[in-house]
């Protein structure tokens, strides 16, 4: 009797035991599944959003270079004054400098920028990077700023003039 009983025992500690690791390997593999598809959708989202904004700089880039002959309307838009610090192509932004800042235009790219209510132009070189605040199309310097006419903001139009 007492040997059946530990024959009794010991099957059953291994039918517990087996079911244990059955469910424990289970839950790990439920769990590497979950992860997984959790981090493929993260992927999955992660791309397309990034797809979104490629297509989308490619629009802004097109509209870009549709108007970049010389002399064609480029853009109209809000123009902000900047100066100081080093420039994205490693130049100071003088202040009394004819240079300005654009999201898109090659650096070197000679731009007439107009001053819409008053008329008056300058033709600046792009040599850095920006604005970076929505609306706005090109930062200009003071010199270019006082050039046009205007302290603060100003509505302009640009048109490409030459390649630097």
Known sequence: M?????????????ILATSVNIA??????????????HVTARSTVHREVAHRRARHDDRR???????????????SGIASIYSGGRT????????GGLTAAHRSLPFGT???VTNSSSGRSVV?????????????VIDLTPAAARA????????VTLSVVGRG
């Open 2 to 14: 007492q040997r059946n009983i530990a024959v009794f025992c010991t099957l059953s500690a291994t």
């Open 24 to 37: 424990s390997a289970t839950e790990r593999h439920s769990h590497t599944s979950y992860r997984h598809s």
């Open 61 to 75: 880039d097109t509209v870009a270079r549709v108007g970049a002959s010389a002399g064609d309307p480029l853009q």
């Open 88 to 95: 994205a192509n490693g130049e100071v932004a003088a202040a």
């Open 110 to 112: 000679m731009v007439k």
């Open 124 to 136: 600046v070189r792009i040599n850095d990077r920006g604005p970076f605040v929505h609306g706005r």
């Open 148 to 155: 046009l006419g205007f302290s603060g903001l100003a509505h």
